[in-house]
């Protein structure tokens, strides 16, 4: 049985992903930050035998170290947990403490995760390393402004990715920067484009079907290369 990671998937994108992933035969590992907004996925766990739930802040890495030691091998891990920060913030207005914590979570603590969990991916045969990201990081799409602490955040994610991918590339990884739409989450709002089961079939396609070679790109959940 294939076995993948799952950070943040308490509600939203990571709900939907562990949830495609276990209609798929995967045994999943998934983590939440508290248990008070992990009802839906702690309640899955009853009746789900291949979900197995962790209590974690990505941030805290030496949890996250504890954690890595106590799993099985990995497969595919998956870079799900995100924050959005102070929205409403335009130029002259940084939140410079937020800032610091939007890119501690959305840019440090994925690299940190993939540190952690390296030997467990080392010996599988797929070897896949999937990161959140999203579209407002690439700097050609950037064509509004503002933004600055979230953009900021994924254009560096996406940096580590790149960086990660020409790392583990002969030791056969295929690391990916994946876009998951506008999707209507608490991050996204009502107003967007696509529900949670949408955009997590998406990226499941994707991250099933990518190939070493592919490793290194940005993507979109419908499966269009994204410019940096």
Partial sequence: MKTVFVTGANRGIGLALAKKFLEAG????ATY???SSAHELLSLEVSESNLITHALDVTNYEATQRLASQLPKLDVVINNAGYYGPKGYGLGNTDVDEWRKVLEVNTIAPLKLI???HPKLVDSKIKKIACLSSKVGSMTENTSGGGYIYRSSKAALNSVVKSLSNDLSSQGFTVLALHPG?????????????????SANGLFQV???AAIEDSGRFIN???ETLPW
């Fill in 26 to 29: 995967y045994q999943v590992h």
């Fill in 182 to 198: 506008w999707v209507q989450t608490e991050m996204g709002g009502p107003n967007a484009l696509i529900s949670t089961t949408e």
């Fill in 221 to 223: 959940y419908s499966g």
């Fill in 33 to 35: 930050r508290s248990a």
């Fill in 115 to 117: 540190e952690a969990l």
């Fill in 207 to 209: 991250i099933e079907h």
